[in-house]
């Protein structure tokens, strides 16, 4: 169970998003989860064997270094991570439970009879209303996480030098923190890509609104040019699922041939 | 075995759950195994190698780990959800003992009958493995002791946690005077605010996982209930429907 397993679950999402959170989950794939995977947690990997204080005395090193890293940048932005691309899988449930009704309905009523849907991916109704929400939701989960950093660390990102006087330390110590400059310039790369994140998610929003706007203006009744270009994938989000092919996902791809490519087998198992 | 072993197993017995039982399949992967194996696993990593005592007696800084940490919180939750991940084998049990009976009972009737090709056979077989049983009968007391089972490992861990280490919260110092320390020894634990904010987040996660199988065995015996008062009005319609008949026959015949 590792981030192969989410990567898995989250690239049969892609079907049901539009442009702008294909661009998104490549965004989170490759410039968030890829630079968390291969750098930051390297980076961050030595943080409390090499956070330094001068003084012999026993436990002042642990109590400065739990006073100043209460919650490691690695756990937060792991937490930030999975809690931000959760959503689009309420997205996931939503259409395979609409499969399933589908399929309980031509059971009862015969092959024949009228469906419930046209279309079970096609953002209608209530599965508008669920994408719209996991959007909020993802916008939520970025700007509170930026706001935690902000405030936990009071704005001060990796001072070389802190003074720590918790108990058991004597007088006030000096303790050093492992490579600042580097681990300064990671923070700031990966809060500003929740920020392109946020902002590309509020465009989403305002697409998705524009877009019903207009259908409610023109009645509704003519199909929208733009679901076909819904339905393609793109080169980029093709990528990350070649990329990496967890245990998971290869095992669950034997089993669900019936899908289609784009969609996560593992997870469609899961909920039909 | 791991993880995705286990989790490819669920997934097949999750075929026959309630939408609510997927919900918590998903809640238990994505929130509580996946936390712990990305985040909590590295905050537990240096427990022992720095947890320090304010001594140089030899031996004490072990014994006092000891003492405090006598089961490591990332080996109970291994256990935990080990543990409650098990129950939902119960139901793919039943289900796979349900398909063997039927495929050997639809062995021996195209015996019997004699006209069933092969290949029909084998397109039988596959349909049968395919279906997806209703939670009626025999399947549904398996699936409600499955649930009642899953609520009593959870509730049993959280209760087990919550003894052992007195509470949720880690302190930063602990005083310790057990045979060798000399005295009373001040011991410092390693990263006690981020240990407690995880152990606050999975007891959370850990909470709603117990809350969503009460209201999916809520969701279960409000539907047999309503399955068998409808039952029981089906058949009391058909009997008034049986006598009016008889009478109607009795009318026509005097």
Redesign the interface.
């Known amino acids: ?3 192969a ?2 990567e898995g ?1 989250l690239s049969g999402v892609n079907k049901y998003s539009t442009a702008f959170g294909r661009i998104w989950l490549a965004i989170v794939f490759i410039f968030r989860l890829l630079v968390f995977l291969v750098a930051c947690e390297k980076v961050w990997g030595d943080e ?2 090499d956070f330094d204080c001068n003084t012999r ?3 002042c ?3 400065c ?2 006073h100043y ?4 940048y ?2 937060l932005w ?2 930030q991570l ?1 809690f931000v691309t ?1 959503p689009s ?1 309420l997205v996931t ?1 939503h259409v395979s ?1 609409r499969k399933d009704r589908e399929r309980k309905h031509r059971l009862k009523h015969g092959e024949d009879c009228a469906p419930l849907y046209d279309d079970t991916g096609k953002k209608r109704g209530g599965l508008w209303w669920t994408y719209f929400f996991s959007l909020l939701f993802k916008m939520t989960v970025d700007a509170v996480f930026v706001f935690l950093l902000f405030y936990i660390y009071e704005a001060t990102f990796f001072p070389p030098l802190v003074k720590c006087s918790q108990d ?1 330390c004597p007088n006030v110590v000096d303790c050093y923190i492992a490579r600042p400059t580097e681990k300064k310039l990671f923070t700031i790369f990966m809060v500003v890509t929740s920020f392109v994140c946020i902002f590309l998610t509020f465009c989403e929003v305002l697409y998705l609104c524009g877009k019903r706007f207009a259908e409610c203006c023109r009645g509704g009744s003519q199909p929208m040019r733009g679901n076909s270009f819904m339905m393609t994938r793109t080169p980029l989000t093709e990528k990350p699922k070649v990329a990496y092919n ?3 996902l290869e ?2 791809k034997m089993v669900d041939s019936g899908n289609g490519e784009a969609s996560a087998p ?1 997870y469609s ?4 | 075995m791991s993880w995705p072993a286990l989790y490819t197993q669920l997934v097949g017995a999750n075929r026959h759950s309630t939408s609510l039982g997927k919900i918590w399949l998903s809640v238990l992967f994505i929130f509580r195994v996946m936390v712990l194996v990305v985040a909590a696993e590295s905050v537990w990593g240096d427990e022992q190698s720095d947890f320090v005592c304010n001594t140089l007696q030899p031996g004490c800084e072990n014994v006092c780990y000891d003492q405090f940490f006598p089961v490591s919180h990332i080996r109970l939750w291994c256990l935990q959800l080990v543990f409650v991940s098990t129950p939902t084998l119960l139901v793919a049990m039943y289900v796979a003992y349900r398909n063997h009976k039927d495929k050997k009972r639809l062995m021996q009737s195209s015996g019997r009958a004699g006209f069933l090709s092969n290949k029909g056979q084998e397109e039988e077989v596959e349909a049968l493995k395919k279906r997806r049983l209703p939670i009626a009968g025999a399947l549904w007391w398996t699936y409600a002791c499955s649930l009642l089972f899953r609520l009593l490992f959870e509730g049993g861990f959280m209760y087990a946690l919550y003894v052992v280490y007195d509470g949720f919260q880690m302190p930063r110092l602990v005083q310790c005077d057990q045979w060798p320390c000399p005295n009373l020894v001040d011991c410092f634990i390693s990263r006690p605010t981020e240990k407690t904010i995880f152990t606050v987040f999975m007891a959370t996660a850990s909470s709603i996982c117990m809350v969503l199988n009460m209201a999916e065995l809520a969701y279960l015996v409000a539907k047999a209930v309503t399955r068998a008062l409808c039952g029981q009005r089906e058949r009391r319609a058909s009997r008034d429907r049986t006598q009016s008949k008889t009478n109607q026959r009795s009318l026509v015949s005097t």
């Open positions: 169970m590792n981030w397993f989410l679950l409390q064997k005395q026993p436990g090193h642990n109590v270094y739990d890293f209460p919650i490691s690695t756990r792991a937490l999975i959760c899988l449930l439970y058991p967890g245990p998971a095992k669950s593992a198992i899961a909920v039909s």
